[in-house]
Structures are given as structure tokens and as C-alpha cells.
């Protein structure tokens, strides 16, 4: 049977959860409660800290009876996220908590799959969320009071938090699409591309396109790592570009890992690589002043790369497209990588794009699976997108 399971840390917040434990049972909902907390605990919890605790990879005494409380929290968090996923009658968490109760539980909440529902009761939730929401699709719920004892105000807020985890659990979100998802990244300056080639393909597919900023590539990746797609048509990989040279939209190290590990079809090209991301102009790190920048609006200034930094990227993507044992396509449009990088472009530099594409040649080893793929056309030409949408029925995605 599956159930809601009720989480925070007992030796602060044991009222609350006792609390919120009696106005889910009075729903007729089942539950579990959880106690994540490092010291010792006021509540009597289905599962206390040390079975919580044995999930971390090195066992209960990493986790609890550390002096250093930073330390606890990061372990329990590591313990929770474990625990969490190894469980299989999770039908929606909540969780309520201060500093560290938010982060040891959205850790986990953050290793559960996108649909799952999660709701997170914090006192940081009028701030920064993005450490604890990441990728995921957390709900955070300020607690308006601290959350040190119920009153007038928190038995409000738990109450109407209680009811919507209720709510989420009894009439479950469903698909409703009924055609297999693929993933696609865009940025502005691949729009045309992009949008061309969703409307090629969404007659067969449900198209969902990610923004290319960091975060689009991360949640992208996180959806194949969850399996929820069935391929990915990678057109603008400049996330790559901002992780190696220190630009602002960086989807991190792991970028295409995810498509490494799972083996999923995957078609991709060197979108926007001419380009890394920085904020206003003033931003720009001292080692960039004399680049050539552009300014795309007043908070967005954009740099060209060189043809040693798109060396540097194709050895990258090269590597990483090596690693893959699924079916790769990686094409690449002669022309040009971007809006910008055309005929008369801000952008437009043939050595560097040369180099790109002559570095993805060197380091590629391709196979029958594997196939870089060039063509005499600009990425935003018709063509290129029909092009990158044969390949994804080639390769029967």
C-alpha cells in the first residue's frame, strides 16, 4: 500500500509532526513518519534516525553522534536520499524543517522522480530555493513562523500543507499525451532550428524543449536519468562551453553523462558553442575585457569563443560521445553554430568553427552506431532541422 510519507527532524520539530501526522490520518490517508533529525529525538517514529542513518554508505556511526553539526546534516542528507529511494510505497512526501531539516530532506526529495508529489514546509522558503529545489519538482511552503512549537499561524500553514499533499496523492497527476516524450535544447540564437524540428516531430512525439541555461540541461538530464524520455535531439550543447570556460549557464561536469549511462538514442549538434554566457557587461571577468563581446540585452553579455576553446570543446564532446553505447548522430551545420555565427554575424568566425568541427573529427571514433554527420548549411536553415529529424528516425527513436 502506498503511502505519504511525513518527514523532519523529531528532536526539534516533534510537535509538528505529530501534528501533521493527525491531520493526514484524519484524511484516511496512510502515512510513515520519519524522523531525519541528529540528536535526540522527542517522537516515537515508524523509522527513528539510526534506521534512517544505516542507509548511508558508511553505516549509522557516519551519521550520528558527530560533534561537528554541519557534518551530521550533510550525512543524514547523503542517509535520507539513500533511504527515500530504496523505499517502494512512496506515494508523496512532506516535509517540514529550518536550515538543516530543508536540506537534509529536499536531498532526498531531489533523488525522487519529476510527478512524484513532494512538499517541503521550510522557513527558507521565501528566499533562494534553488540549492534545495535543484532540478526537481519540490514545493516549497514558507512555514510564515519559525517552526519552534505550534501556533495559531503554523497549525494554519501544516493544516493547508497536510490537505495539499492530500490532495496530489488522491487524484495523482497522469500523462494524458499518450505519444513517447523527447527531449530538445534550445537557446535563442537556435530557435529557428529547434522549433522546426519540434514541429516535425511532434505529430509522433511529445515534444518537451529545455531552455539551454544550466538548468534546462540539468533537468533534462535528470529526466533521462529517471527514464522518462525515449531520446534526446541535443541540438544546443553551449552549456559545455559556459562549464569550460567559466561562463554563468553551465549545466556542470556532468553534462551528457546521463545519456552515457543509460545508453538512450541520442541525436546532437554544436549549438551556440561560438558563445559564453556572462551577466551585464561589468561582469565579465578581468581575463575576458578584451574579447569580443556582445551585448545581447543589459543583463546578458555574451562572448565568442576561440578556435583553442572550440579545440578544447570538441576534445570534450568527443569523449563524451565515445562513452556512449546507445546510437549517437552528432551533426554538424558547416555554416555556422548560431544566429550570430552567419555571414555578417557579430559571431561569425570560420578558423574558430573550423576548429570546432575539425576537433570533434580527431577525437570522435566513429562506428556503425556512432556517426558525426557534416552538412553544407547553417544550423537555422530548414534544412539542417529536417536533417537532425531523419537522423532521429534513422536511429528509430
Not at 581575463?287 to 553579455?301: A, E, F, Q, S, V
Request: contains cysteine; charged residues 20%; glycine residues 12%.
Amino acid at each position: 500500500m502506498s503511502r505519504i510519507y511525513i518527514v523532519g527532524t523529531g528532536d526539534t520539530k516533534g510537535e509538528e509532526l505529530t501534528f501533521l501526522e493527525g491531520v493526514i490520518a484524519a484524511s484516511g490517508m496512510a502515512s510513515a513518519l520519519v524522523d531525519v533529525g541528529t540528536r535526540a529525538s522527542h517522537i516515537a517514529a515508524e523509522f527513528p534516525p539510526a534506521s534512517v542513518a544505516a542507509h548511508h554508505p558508511d553505516g549509522v556511526g557516519a551519521v550520528l553522534g558527530r560533534d561537528d553539526r554541519g557534518e551530521a546534516v550533510t550525512a543524514m542528507g547523503t542517509a535520507f536520499a539513500a533511504f527515500i529511494k530504496s523505499r517502494d510505497d512512496v506515494a508523496g512526501v512532506i516535509g517540514i524543517g529550518g536550515g538543516g531539516g530543508t536540506s537534509i530532506i529536499t536531498t532526498g526529495m531531489r533523488e525522487l522522480p519529476v510527478g512524484l508529489p513532494k512538499l517541503m514546509v521550510s522557513t527558507l522558503a521565501s528566499g533562494d530555493v534553488a540549492p534545495y529545489v535543484g532540478v526537481s519538482d519540490i514545493l516549497m511552503m514558507p512555514s510564515v513562523t519559525d517552526l519552534a512549537g505550534l501556533n495559531r499561524i503554523s497549525r494554519l500553514v501544516l493544516q493547508n500543507a497536510a490537505h495539499a499533499i492530500i490532495g496530489m496523492v488522491r487524484t495523482p497527476a497522469v500523462e494524458t499525451s499518450g505519444k513517447p516524450p523527447i527531449a530538445l535544447t534550445m537557446f535563442g540564437v537556435t530557435t529557428p532550428c529547434v522549433t522546426r524540428v519540434a514541429e516535425l516531430l511532434r505529430s509522433d512525439h511529445d515534444c518537451l524543449v529545455f531552455h539551454a541555461t544550466g538548468t534546462g540541461g540539468r533537468a533534462m538530464e535528470k529526466l533521462v536519468d529517471s527514464g522518462m524520455l525515449v531520446g534526446v535531439v541535443d541540438v544546443t550543447t553551449t552549456e559545455i562551453a559556459d562549464h569550460l570556460f567559466g561562463g554563468v549557464l553551465s549545466a556542470g561536469a556532468d553534462r551528457l553523462g546521463a545519456i552515457v549511462r543509460t545508453g538512450l538514442p541520442y541525436v546532437g549538434s554544436v549549438g551556440a558553442l561560438d558563445m559564453v554566457n556572462f551577466w551585464a557587461i561589468d561582469t565579465v571577468p578581468e581575463r575576458y575585457r578584451g574579447r569580443l563581446l556582445y551585448k545581447h540585452n543589459p543583463n546578458i553579455t555574451l562572448m565568442r569563443t576561440t578556435a583553442d576553446e572550440n579545440r578544447q570543446l570538441g576534445a570534450w564532446i568527443g569523449e563524451r560521445l565515445n562513452a556512449m553505447d546507445g546510437p549517437v548522430r552528432f551533426l554538424i551545420p558547416e555554416k555556422g553554430v548560431s544566429a550570430l555565427d552567419i555571414a555578417g554575424g557579430a559571431f561569425h568566425d570560420e578558423e574558430a568553427d573550423a576548429a570546432l568541427f575539425e576537433a570533434l573529427e580527431r577525437s570522435v571514433r566513429q562506428t556503425a552506431r556512432r556517426q558525426l554527420v557534416r552538412l553544407p548549411l547553417h544550423i537555422n536553415d530548414p534544412d539542417f532541422a529536417e536533417a537532425l529529424v531523419r537522423h532521429v528516425h534513422d536511429i528509430a527513436i
